[in-house]
Nanobody, 121 residues
Framework: VQLQASGGGLVQAGGSLKLSCAAS????????MGWFRQAPGKEREFVAY????????SSADPVKGRFAISRDNAENTVYLQMNNLKPEDTAIYYC???????????????WGQGTQVTVSS
């Protein structure tokens, strides 16, 4: 499975961005597609995931109410709508795919290349 992420950029605090991640390479994409982020000097952290099979979603507490994950199963694409962005959201955002309902990076089998999100104050 190959994952191609896009949509990052520079935005002012309070602004919005929408990230996209398209999966290709297999007839059936993994059940779970999600997002992680990694800020300089910090560990990679969970942001959100979406289950193709059940529609179940999960989001990390720091982004609840501001970020929304959605998925287009027909296009094997997952989106992350990010609203009310804060400087602390600045990070490289990675899309990931796997088959476990997990919030830890090691549970995911496939990773995209990352897209930079920078929020200025």
């Amino acid at each position: 499975v190959q994952l191609q992420a896009s949509g990052g950029g520079l935005v002012q605090a309070g602004g919005s961005l929408k990230l996209s991640c398209a999966a290709s390479g297999r007839t059936l994409s993994p059940n779970i597609m999600g997002w992680f982020r990694q800020a300089p000097g910090k560990e990679r952290e969970f942001v959100a995931y979406f289950s193709r099979n059940t529609g179940r979603t999960s989001s990390a507490d720091p982004v609840k109410g501001r970020f929304a994950i959605s998925r287009d199963n027909a296009e094997n694409t997952v989106y992350l709508q990010m609203n009310n962005l804060k400087p602390e959201d600045t990070a490289i955002y990675y899309c990931a795919a796997g088959n476990s309902y997990a919030r830890v990076a090691r549970a995911y089998d496939y990773w995209g290349q990352g897209t930079q999100v920078t929020v200025s104050s």
